[in-house]
């Protein structure tokens, strides 16, 4: 009864459950008394070790602990680990066979390399293996337990008493077998739990590194993809059992779309088309197919009969909530999150690319347009929106493509050549897309390079006033007094001829004398161009905007605008949410 029991509890933990288990386990654990068996004693610290675990995988997959001041989910799981690791080894060292002898697998030992931290090492260290009775059958002492004890069901007292007074009767060969099988199970079972106990540890630290990008620039995104692909050479071969297989997939799907995002984000900002679109579709296909696995699972466990009225009942509470089973998971919906700004970010950064893609199979600038406002967020209708309403002259995100691999459309099958200039320095991204951005892309790289030292971090926005004399030549006609503008300014730059501080003067034009003669008027104003550049990426893209007037330094409106658009495409808005503190809503 009680593998059957253990059974339904690892389904709950697969199909995230936790709710019920601690009532579950409640109803199962026995009263202890000074008479009370070993094996009740260890029953109950185990049911208990499932309770706790129930508890804080409710944590883990809200991410409440990453808003809690003072977070201990990591040392939470430890300590259950030591609990079950100590239990394993009390079973090891109370257990032996002539020929089936049970061993512990190598993660148990102490120089394990998967051991957590120091602390579970201690634990490990200060238990006492008992001296090993006689290799004939499998024998308990009055102060020890087996595995295979707790397949029955907790006794009585007074069974309790009676089963000490009686002699304890030889075992057949089969009686044998059939305990190191179920002695097996348990064993096994409680040894890989522990494995995925280690698992979520190196995990809750993957997380708390993300959340550390929000305050520390210098942080490589790199550092944490290394650290992701080597989690899954603790568990990969070490997972088998029957009972922790969806486990198992839970924590594949977890790791595989989490490591891919990450990759995918940075091959976007290096602004490599090919390897970052095939890592979101790949992102994309596991995030369904998890939702669909899960899905499956949580509709077979919706029909699962428990033989306990507990099981049951949870059975049944479980099939009431089957439609909102997915808000416990908030690590698919914030993975799903963000995939969706990755793909944003890469349909902004690979504007140009995808809209040839788009008119080469047959499609317009409107269709493209109608594909990326389904973005969330959409860069581009923001960007855009915010340049009509502002009088944006000129927005622009620019690449730094010097000593890097760059290709216009974002790949290349042949060896890349190496740019300079005006070429080193090209437009992601531009606005207006109807007019030449080439009139205002020396000034700005010009900017970037005399002040490179000022853009060196995400957010440091410089700020530049350009203020020149214009002149703009017309022609007055003498007799009517009308005039005629022939458009020539010594500033080619910009164009536009509103301004202040105008003067004029008048020169007698050829055929003077004549009633009809005509004068030139050259009239000379200030031209303000006021430019906002900050850098996105840590090394790699630029933001810049261009006012042609006057605009302040600290001016809110721009400087929030240029805030909000970068931390977005930085992913901390996405990342922060894993620290909100209404994860339950």
């Not at 799981?77 to 109370?94: D, F, G, P, Q």
């Not at 042609?548 to 721009?558: E, P, V, Y």
Request: glycine share 4%; aromatic share 10%; hydrophobic share 30%.
């Amino acid at each position: 009864m009680n593998k059957e029991f253990l059974s339904s509890i690892y389904n709950h933990l697969s199909c995230l459950n936790f709710s019920v288990l601690p009532k579950m386990v409640k109803q199962k654990q026995t009263s202890i008394t000074s008479n009370s068996s070993p094996s009740d004693i260890v029953w109950n610290k185990f049911l208990q070790s499932f309770s706790n675990v129930s508890n804080c995988e409710f944590s883990y997959y809200k991410f409440t602990y990453l808003s809690m001041k003072t977070n201990n989910l990591q040392d939470s799981y430890v300590n259950i680990l030591n609990e079950l690791r100590i239990i394993c080894n009390l079973n090891k060292s109370n257990t032996t066979t002539s020929s089936n002898t049970i061993t512990s697998p190598t993660f148990l030992n102490n120089n394990s390399p998967t051991s957590p931290t120091t602390s579970t090492t201690t634990t490990t260290n200060t238990i006492t293996k008992t001296t090993t009775p006689s290799p004939t059958t499998p024998t308990k002492n009055t102060s020890s337990f087996t595995f295979a004890s707790l397949l029955r069901s907790p006794t009585s007292q007074q069974n309790q008493q009676q089963q000490q007074q009686q002699q304890p009767k030889p075992l057949t060969q089969q009686q044998i077998d059939d305990q190191n099988s179920e002695n097996s199970f348990f064993l096994t079972l409680v040894q890989q739990t522990c494995v995925i106990l280690q698992v979520r540890v190196e995990m809750i630290g993957i997380y708390q590194s993300l959340l550390q990008l929000l305050i520390n620039q210098d942080l490589n995104i790199e550092t944490i993809e290394n650290a992701l692909d080597l989690i899954p050479t603790i568990y990969k071969d070490k997972i088998t059992h029957p009972l922790l297989i969806q486990i198992k997939t839970n924590i594949n799907y977890e790791i595989s779309i989490l490591k891919n995002l990450l990759k995918a984000h940075t091959f976007v900002s290096k602004h490599e088309f090919k390897d970052s679109i095939l890592l979101l579709y790949k992102s994309k296909m596991e995030l369904d197919q998890w939702r669909e696995t899960e899905n499956g699972l949580h509709s077979t466990g919706s029909t699962h009969k428990h033989s306990s009225s507990s099981s049951s009942s949870s059975s049944n509470h479980h099939h009431h909530h089957h439609n909102d089973r997915w808000t416990s998971n908030h690590i698919h919906q914030w993975l799903s999150m963000f995939h969706n700004s990755i793909l944003s970010k890469s349909t902004l950064y690979f504007h140009f690319p995808l809209l040839n893609v788009e008119e080469e199979i047959g499609g317009t600038s409107s269709s493209f347009k109608e594909i990326y406002q389904k973005n969330s967020p959409d860069y581009i209708s923001i960007i855009e929106n915010f340049c009509t309403k502002n009088g944006v002259l000129f927005f622009g995100l620019i690449f730094e493509a010097k000593n890097r691999n760059y290709n216009k459309i974002g790949y290349s099958f042949i060896e890349p050549e190496s740019v300079s200039g005006i070429g080193a320095f090209p437009l992601l991204f531009y606005y207006p897309l109807d007019k030449s951005p080439m009139q205002h892309l020396p000034n700005i790289i010009g900017l970037i390079m005399q002040n490179y030292q000022s853009l060196e971090r995400p957010n440091d926005i410089l700020y530049y006033l350009d203020c020149r004399k214009v002149k703009d030549i017309g022609f007055r006609n003498n007799e009517s007094g009308s005039s005629t503008n022939n458009g020539g300014s010594t500033n080619s730059g910009f164009g536009g001829s509103s301004g202040n501080n105008s003067n004029s003067s008048y020169n007698s034009g050829v055929g003077g004398g004549s009633s009809s003669s005509s004068f030139r008027v050259v009239t000379t104003y200030d031209e303000y161009i006021t430019y906002f550049i900050s850098r996105v990426e840590q090394q790699g893209v630029l933001v810049s905007i261009i006012f042609k007037d006057i605009k302040k330094q600290k001016d809110q409106h721009i400087n929030e605008f240029l805030k909000l658009l970068i931390n977005s495409l930085r992913m901390n808005d996405v990342i922060s949410i894993l620290r909100q503190k209404d994860q339950s809503k």
